[in-house]
């Protein structure tokens, strides 16, 4: 069975840093495009950012772009998100998705159930 | 606000088939194909249909989707009370990224 397991998540002061990663299993990780999705409490869906099956082609929403870097271990089966200048509209949690194919297209086959990300003082 | 736009919230009972809208753009639902997750009360979204109309393994034939130009539309019916859930659509965009609808509360009567 596929299995992600996110991790790294917490409370943090505006403009401070995060990283998180989302530990994959069950499926041959470096075949697929992965992403993040977070939602706002109360809120809907917001995708943040993707990244391809290899890794040479990232992609992010213009609300991050700039702050958050994503990329991933292959060898290690694990994605990140390396979390810069956090906003206080970044509190969210935080899911890794992992497409059904190399290139990402929104197509989320499988979901980790989140780690939470506060940004307050 | 969202790029792609769902009703906020829709309603049947039991029985019933209700429909859910979403609207986009030649740059997203246009040129990609569309896809549909459900997502119940504190858990995280799940698959429901991909590729515009295909339903992955495992998933009801109750629920259809559909896509005519930059809209798309997901059916369900047969409505059950356990389909009470947020609904979104998404697609990806031309711009190089993702697209999600604003959701759509389904509430079974």
């Known amino acids: 069975d596929v299995q992600l397991l996110e991790s790294g998540g917490g409370l943090v002061q505006p403009g401070g840093s995060l990283r998180l990663s989302c530990a994959a299993s069950?499926?041959?990780?470096?075949?697929?495009?992965m992403s993040w999705v977070r939602q706002a409490p109360g809120k809907g869906l917001e995708w943040v950012s993707a990244?391809?099956?290899?890794?040479?082609?990232?992609y992010y929403a213009d609300s991050v772009k700039g702050r958050f870097t994503i990329s991933r271990d292959n060898s290690k089966n694990t994605l990140y998100v390396q979390m810069n200048s956090l906003r206080a509209e970044d509190t969210a949690v935080y899911h890794c998705?992992?497409?059904?194919?190399?290139?990402?297209?929104?197509?989320?086959?499988?979901w980790g159930q989140g780690t939470l990300v506060t940004v307050s003082s | 606000q969202s790029v792609l736009t769902q009703p906020p919230s829709a309603s049947g009972t039991p029985g019933q088939r209700v429909t859910i809208s979403c609207s986009g753009s030649s740059s997203n639902i246009g040129s990609n194909t569309v896809n549909w997750y459900q997502q119940l009360p504190g858990t995280a979204p799940k698959l429901l249909i991909y590729?515009?109309?295909q339903r992955p393994s495992g998933v009801p034939d109750r629920f259809s989707g559909s896509k005519s130009g930059t809209s798309a539309s997901l059916a369900i019916s047969g409505l059950q009370s356990e389909d009470e859930a947020d609904y979104y659509c998404a697609a990806w965009d031309d711009s190089l990224t993702g697209r999600f609808g604003g959701g759509t509360k389904l509430t079974v009567l």
């Open positions: 069950g499926f041959t990780f470096s075949n697929y495009a």
């Open positions: 998705a992992k497409e059904g194919q190399w290139e990402p297209r929104t197509r989320y086959d499988n």
């Open positions: 990244i391809s099956g290899s890794g040479g082609s990232t």
């Open positions: 590729s515009n109309n």
